[in-house]
């Protein structure tokens, strides 16, 4: 185990390293910022230890976006986004049959890493890091009352806060009317959803989630490209591009 902790250590340090490095070179002088709104569509559970019979739920998602890049290929995406995480528990004789259904509202806010390759109208991209969760609200519903079935988490209450970890991939395609982007993300919290006290009938409780969105974004600034001096007079003439936002690379 110590083995795996040392390699993992090095393979970050050696990561971080070349990445700075490689970072100095292709600053963005301005900084590339584009902010604008997201909607997607997720399949939703919560994981317990021991196991449950469960199926997830599907719910919808709507937020806001900011990406912020001081260097080419590197910046930062944040997020501030409503999202509904729950499961259904079903019969463990017959998956057929609802018997327990509980959901959590949250504010789910995202600080995540964002690495693109791709040049003028087209970049692909992945997006890494931690997630904070806000518990807005819950709602549950004991649809069918089985008695050899009957768990105590059913009363217990939910965490205010958990932290997760996201992470995801996508396509964003920029043109003269904004920024269009596609992302496939999956997110998991590390911490327990139930509050757990004490021994009860589960160990561990933590939400799982994947889905598709969209985002719309608007270039706020350094996306224009910067004009290049005439040999002649020194005057800045302007370069013009097919998409009318990005040619700077």
Known sequence: MHLIYKTFLVITTVLLLSTSTFAQKN????????????????????????????????????????????EKFF????????????????????????????KFEYVQIPFLSHIYVGKKNLQFFITLGPQFDILLNESKEIITDINDQSYDYYDRPPSPFTISLAGGAGLNFITKYGHFQVEGRFAASMMNVL???????????????????????????????????????????????????????
């Open 75 to 102: 910046g930062a995406q944040l997020e501030v986004n409503y999202n509904g995480i729950g499961w259904t528990e079903v019969n463990r004789f017959d998956i057929t049959q609802d018997i327990y259904t509980r």
């Open 27 to 70: 600053i963005l002088k301005p900084a590339r910022i584009s902010a604008g709104i997201k909607g997607g569509y997720y399949s939703t559970s919560i994981g317990f230890f021991p196991a449950i019979s469960t199926k997830p739920q599907t719910a919808p998602s709507f937020g806001v976006v900011m990406k912020y890049h001081a």
């Open 195 to 249: 509050e757990n006290e004490g021994r009860t009938s589960t160990d561990r409780s933590s939400s799982v989630l994947g889905g598709i969105s969209f985002s719309y974004l608007i270039p706020i600034s350094g996306w224009k490209e910067k004009p290049k001096k005439d040999n002649n007079s020194g005057e800045g003439i302007e370069q013009p591009n097919e998409s009318g936002w990005e040619n700077r690379d």
